[in-house]
């Protein structure tokens, strides 16, 4: 079974320092898609970044950045100088490959609230 | 935006009634997931639906059941609601083409059971 830890239930900052959300995962499957979603007040959630099992080369994306460490099976996401925009729930998924019952089905951890004040 | 549509928006209901949830997919995809999301909790997976068949299940009785419509639209259909039924419906659409598919979520429908 597929399992995804977010352990961190809520993170707050003061707006321009930097927040790390740690995402620690557990799987059978040798190839598989880790996910970052966003999900703001509104509710709905916005994809921020998918990274396949067989590519560990760490990403960075404007003030976004996610580190994968397939050794200890984390895949961390860290904004720098966070803005009172960020605030919002971060949720980590997983997913498996074509060949496993878990394709398609992206498997969530509790989801991390930040909150960034001004 | 994702493309995604849900409707209603809200909805309430009393316990035992049955209810519809809909949803449009994103242009050019044919994959439909839905999603029940508990308050403070992450998403759950439900069901989801590839060129109007059930392709996969979660951990759902199966009251809750589905449909996907040849526009790649779908519903998601709930009977004898359950105060535990309370909670953000997600629709996510995807392209599945033999990779790696990313889900677009949609705004939600937020269920009240009484």
Known sequence: AQKVTQAQTEISVVEKEDVTLDCVYETRDTTYYLFWYKQPPSGELVFLIRRNSFDEQNEISGRYSWNFQKSTSSFNFTITASQVVDSAVYFCALSGSMTTDSWGKLQFGAGTQVVVTP | ?114
């Open chain 2, 1 to 114: 935006e994702t493309g995604v549509t849900q409707s209603p928006t809200h909805l309430i209901k009393t316990r035992g009634q049955q209810v519809t949830l809909r949803c449009s997919s994103q242009s050019g995809h044919n994959t439909v997931s839905w999603y029940q999301q508990a308050l403070g909790q992450g998403p759950q997976f439900i069901f989801q639906y590839y060129r109007e068949e059930e392709n996969g299940r979660g951990n759902f009785p199966p009251r809750f059941s589905g449909l996907q419509f040849p526009n790649y639209s779908s519903e998601l259909n709930v009977n004898a609601l359950e105060l535990d039924d309370s909670a953000l419906y997600l629709c996510a659409s995807s392209q599945t083409s033999g990779g790696p598919d990313t889900q677009y979520f949609g705004p939600g429908t937020r269920l009240t059971v009484l």
